[in-house]
Structure formats: C-alpha cells, structure tokens
C-alpha cells in the first residue's frame, strides 16, 4: 500500500482546516466554498477515502502513528467494516514464499 508523505498530509490538512474556517465565516461566499471543497477532496486523494469527513480523520489518525500502527488500523477497520478478500481464481494456487 502506497501511502503519501506525512509532510504534505500534514500540509494539506492545514490548507483544509483554513479554508474550513473561511467557509464558515462566509457561508454564502461560492470562492471559498468552492476552493474549501476542493481542499477536501484533495485530502479524499490523499488518503483514498470517499468523503472529506473520512479523509480528515484518516490524515488525523496517519499524522498521530507510526507506519505500522496505521497500517493495522486500517487492516482492523477494513475486516470490521465486512471487507471481502477474494480468492485467488480456482485452479491456481497462491503463490509460496519464492517465486
């Protein structure tokens, strides 16, 4: 699993924490609610999450760990979640430790 650069995980949950209180402070103000959108779905990318408010809790949860810490979270929450592994394809074997 690729995972980004806690850097600009970092840097790009700051951009939309900014721009999250601009959009609250302007509500009706379409530039900044349009470029606080765009900060989300940035992070959604980032993070390969479906909605901001998912992407935001796992850049959180990613800035807060170490590698392999998040990685058994995320391991735990996607067999929590009813997550589904498939099978290899019948007639074929998965492949032992040497290739």
Do not use: I, N
Request: include cysteine; aromatic fraction near 6%; glycine fraction near 6%.
């Amino acid at each position: 699993m690729l995972l980004p650069a806690k850097a600009e995980v970092a840097r790009q949950l700051r951009r939309y924490r900014a721009w999250e209180r601009a959009m609250l402070a302007a509500p009706s103000d379409r530039a900044v609610r349009a470029t606080f959108e765009d900060s989300g779905y940035t992070l959604c990318v980032l993070m390969g999450k479906r909605c901001a408010r998912e992407a935001v809790d796992a850049a959180e949860r990613y800035l807060r760990s170490t590698l392999g810490t998040y990685l058994r979270e995320q391991s735990a929450r996607s067999r929590a979640s009813g997550a589904v592994r498939r099978a290899p394809p019948k007639g074929r074997r998965p492949r032992a430790g040497r290739h």
